[in-house]
């Protein structure tokens, strides 16, 4: 396929950010398993070593700060499973089902604040999952009231919560606004009917947009929508019409993830028809699609994946190189430490990545004990820290300053970064290295320069594009 004719036709040219040119070498080349640095040490380095006993440590050395802490909530219920979801989810029809888990994950609370000691202020709270719409209302507020009065919520805090528009209320909407959230993000994926259908996911354009509107109208900012390419049945053709929609329909921001094909690690995509996955360069060229739609509407591409409205607090981070990143996404008031709770929930604190056990039962178990679900983790050693921030800054703000004694401590890096300059995908100045606009399609790539980590573990990541 003539890819850029198939954009002229389809009225999407034009404008000045134009997509950068990519050839199919430099494709082939670069899209590789390669890790979303989501974390680094990215999760396949992660081992047994932090369980119960590291973690309280970590939450016990973290309280001996006195800084905002991040809170994150999962909450592991849907109503149904999509065919394409890549989430740890438990289904179920009723939300009574989640009455055990509520309990569970107020005394995992209970266990961590004991361990937090004094250090209880919150600039960030984000609910994901899951569903964590799938609570009823009762719910919805019990678990804020419990929060609230085990943490102090900051007046400025970012209040986030991940929403399905096909089982959310508008009830449940002016609830969650009530109680202090104030950001919103919704899964939409595609609006084409024919992908819905392969995905197990039907959702109406009127859905999607009934929801951004009530939510507008209660006060929600930092609206964001949740877009997938790379799914089974998608074309430029439709995938184009589906941008158009949600150009229309105006969120604040948008996240445009690459569909990561892993049936080995999540059988429910063995459902998926794979006869009509795009790949390679037709899977880059709806990336293209959607990067040329939103920045020719104004919107500003953010980090890897995001796009978000000039005036958006994501974009002016971004100017001011100040954004950055946890696993809940791109954040302007993410805190030096997270603390998690729930199953599979992952924690970055007091130095340590610290995860819980993946299963509801354990789970469950655990902190009916009085202990701590934690399954494994890791501890960051100094030279984890520096990398750490060094790929954060890349991911986020394309951009690094690798300080005075770069040379002597990072000459392999900068020798393979000045290679993929010569490709055209960095430059290199001295300490400074900017990610240029064709080498941010490949910022995952950029940045895993800098993963000491990467040989070694079988690369069980998804590809790069
Ligand atoms: S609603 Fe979201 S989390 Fe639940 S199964 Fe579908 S994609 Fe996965």
Known sequence: ????????????????????????ALLRKLDVPVPRYTSYPTAPVWTEEIGPGAYASALARAGQ?????????????????????????????SSSTADPYLASL????????????????????????????????????????????????????????????????????????????????????DLDPAVQEAISRIQTPEETRAMLDAARELGFRGINFDLIYGLPRQTPRSWSRTIEQVLEMGPDRAAVYAFAHVPDVRPNQKRLPTVDLPRGLDKLQLFRIAWEAFTKAGYRPIGMDHFARPDDELSQAQSRRTLTRNFQGYSVRAASDVVAVGVSAISDVGGVYAQNTHSISRYGSAVARGELATERGVPLS????????????????????????????????????????????????????????????????????????????????????
């Open 65 to 93: 700060k006195d800084a905002p802490l991040s809170l994150y909530v999962h909450i592991p219920f849907c109503k149904e499973r999509c065919s394409f979801c890549g989430c740890n989810v438990a289904i179920a029809r």
């Open 106 to 189: 107020l005394r995992e609370m209970d266990a961590v604040c004991d361990l937090l000691g004094s250090r209880r202020s919150l600039s960030q709270i984000h609910w994901g999952g899951g569903t964590p719409t799938f609570l009823d209302e009762r719910q919805i507020a019990q678990l804020f009231t419990a929060i609230s009065s085990r943490f102090g919520i900051l007046p400025d805090a970012e209040v986030a919560v991940e929403i399905d528009p096909k089982v959310t209320s508008r009830s449940q909407l002016e609830l969650l606004r009530a109680l202090g959230f104030n950001r919103l993000s919704m899964g939409v994926q």
């Open 382 to 465: 100094a030279d984890d820290v520096v990398r750490r921030r060094i790929i954060t800054q890349i991911m986020c703000n394309f951009f690094v300053d690798l300080g005075p004694s770069a040379e002597e401590e990072f000459a392999g890096e900068l020798s393979r970064l000045r290679e993929l300059a010569g490709e055209g995908l960095v430059t290199v100045n001295g300490p400074e290295v900017e990610v240029t606009p064709l080498g941010r399609i490949f910022v995952r790539n950029v940045a895993s320069i800098f993963d000491g980590y990467l040989t070694g573990h079988g690369r069980p990541f998804s590809r790069a594009v």
């Open 1 to 24: 396929m003539d890819h850029a004719i198939a954009l002229e036709t389809q009225g999407l040219r034009a404008g000045p950010n134009e997509f950068p040119k990519v050839s199919d």
